[in-house]
């Protein structure tokens, strides 16, 4: 579903190069549940951003399902970002002050979509999710634990085949951490492919989780 092909990427800060990515090979097969693992700034982030295609790498090929990712022009990028891949932030990036509803459907205002078609959406994932009596609640009147469904709801309301979690539980008490995972199972049942960038032990022994991929200094030891 994924595939990384001898990726590459270099920024230049202050004159300095700094090399983020140093020849990474990768494979992820659909419905994986994957670990990057890795100190700050092993180059995690820049993976997930590679595979998103909102980073350019310097050099290397990247294939999500049968689509070279990064020779498609900005038009087709935004189209396929939207249509592949869902994010899960770190703080979430969730809007305080909007409604549970308007939050979770942020990623649908490019689309144009038909009203009654949005709202048949987000009520699918308000019901798997569990916040059915939340719709209209603004979400800074939400529990942490009601917010990260919120945040993963958001993920999901155009489809994706792909999650990408950048840190999800870098904030997160245990319990919300342990919340995480039970709805990381939630998304294996949908059959997601996602992806867990992340130091926190807790994926480390996981039986949720399929694979750990190690990295440091750029490269996947
Ligand atoms: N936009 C940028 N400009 C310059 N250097 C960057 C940029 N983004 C990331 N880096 C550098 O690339 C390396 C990898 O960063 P990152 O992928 O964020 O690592 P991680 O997510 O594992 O903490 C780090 O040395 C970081 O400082
Ligand atoms: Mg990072």
Redesign the pocket.
Known sequence: MITLHNITKKYTLHNEEIIALDGIDLQINQGEIVVLKGA?GSG??TILSIIANMTKPTSGEVIVNDVRVSKLSDDFSSAYRLHNIGFIFQKYNLIPNLSVFDNIIVPLIPKNLKEDLIIHKVEQLLGTLQLETKRNIELKKLSGGEQQRVAIARALINDPLIILA??PTANLDEKLSLEFIENIKLLKNLHKTILI?SHDPLFFDHDIVDRIIDIKGGKII
Do not use: L
Request: hydrophobic fraction near 15%.
């Open positions: 700050s995690k982030s950048d840190e960038a």
